[in-house]
């Protein structure tokens, strides 16, 4: 536990200042008739996830339960789009939502699951993929292992890998690749056969789907198609430097379907210089604090394996907003992500006293303190 003055406090009032950044946005809009409701939800998203961090306790069981939600959610997304494949092979209709193109590389098919897009449901295996190693990596930790569970971490592993490399999802590949990194990093080389498996893994598929050798070459494929919209963002990101556009600002001024592809570009474009600094203001003080307590935790205990993984997951998902732009109701998924979680990992302060102290051993359940 960090002793001191805890973060809470400085944190909402960088989200008060995003939020005042967010109506100054839509005061100063040349696009007011649009931005106003995205805006307004945009909030009301904001004050949810605020809520969420004062109101709900947070352990070492509660986040090895939410991996574990993670982990069964992603399983089924996966088999999901496996059996949509299986499905598509025999001729049947049944499952044809989870297929978006059925002849989209090397002839097969590219998936999308429930999600209504490849990129999509690549972003969110992601999250499972990463939930699922830290569960095996707890897993290892216990005294009685038994064959067949796992086994089933494999399975498991194994059906989300190739729902992922059938969403040909590029920046995904990216972002598993990070994160195994910095798992394998961060842990000692404890856990890293698994995780070379799944760089492995994604690493050659990510080799296919680019249809390129080198490193230069990759990342001029992740650049492919971008670029142009890149251009356009930072062209009208010149002319409303300051405050941006307002949310909802881009579709309303470019006329296009697609977003930039990169969520620091699109925060720049509707938010301005103002709304990106907050952003990565916010994100260096989250990764500092969350880097703070994995090192203040024991090398190999249960509490390091799981700060670690998200650590290494974050480190992901930040090289993955260069290449894709999840914003939902104008505001960034990682940022709505990370501000319940940021809240919830450190001491209560003053604006929420009544919660219980989290991080309390006593509050562990016997199973969990087998494994600290």
């Known amino acids: 536990m960090l002793r001191g003055k805890s973060f809470p406090e400085y944190g909402y009032v960088l989200i008060a200042l995003f939020a005042l950044t967010i109506a100054l946005a839509t005061l100063f809009s040349p696009a007011q008739t649009t ?21 709900l306790p947070c352990t070492l069981e509660t986040l090895t339960r939410l991996c574990l ?24 209709d049944f499952l044809a939502f989870t297929i978006t193109r059925p002849d989209y590389m090397y002839g097969l098919p590219e998936v999308q699951s429930f999600f209504g897009n490849p990129n999509g449901h690549g972003f969110f295996l992601v999250f499972s993929i990463a939930a699922a190693v830290i569960l095996l990596a707890l897993w290892r930790r ?10 089933l971490f494999y399975v498991i592993l194994a059906v989300q890998l190739a729902a992922l490399a ?16 910095g798992f394998i990093w961060y842990n000692s080389r404890r856990y890293c056969y698994t995780s070379l498996v799944l760089l492995s893994a994604a690493a050659f598929v990510s080799k296919q789907a680019f249809e390129k050798s080198g490193i230069v070459e990759v990342i001029t494929a992740l650049a492919n198609g971008r670029i142009q919209l890149w251009a356009e963002g930072l062209k009208i990101f010149r002319l409303y430097p300051l405050f941006g556009t307002g949310l909802g600002g881009w579709a309303a001024l470019s006329g296009h379907y697609l977003s930039p592809h990169n969520t620091y570009l699109h925060v720049a474009v ?12 916010y994100i260096a003080l989250f990764m500092k604090d969350l880097r703070k307590m994995m090192l203040g935790a024991a090398a190999g205990s249960a509490r390091y394996i799981i700060l670690s993984g998200l650590y290494s997951l974050c480190l992901g998902l930040l090289v993955h907003q260069f290449f894709e732009s999840y914003l939902y109701h104008g505001l960034p998924l990682f940022l709505l992500a990370i501000t319940p979680l940021h809240f919830l990992m450190r001491e209560p302060g003053v604006l929420c006293r009544f919660r219980e102290r989290i991080w309390s051993e006593q509050d562990f359940s016997r199973a969990y303190r087998r494994v600290s």
Do not use: D, M, Q
Not at 39 to 55: D, T
């Open 35 to 55: 931005v106003v409701s995205v805006s307004l939800r945009s909030l009301f998203v904001l004050l949810v996830a605020c809520g969420l961090s004062v109101l």
């Open 69 to 92: 939600c993670l982990t069964l959610a992603g399983t089924f997304a996966g088999a999901l789009a496996l059996a949509g494949v299986l499905c598509l092979h025999r001729n049947i």
């Open 142 to 151: 216990l005294k009685e292992r038994k064959r067949p569970a796992a086994l």
């Open 166 to 181: 059938l969403t040909f999802s590029r920046a995904a590949f990216v972002a598993l690749a990070v994160f195994v990194l």
């Open 270 to 281: 509707e938010l301005g210089l103002v709304g990106l600094a907050l952003y990565l203001i």
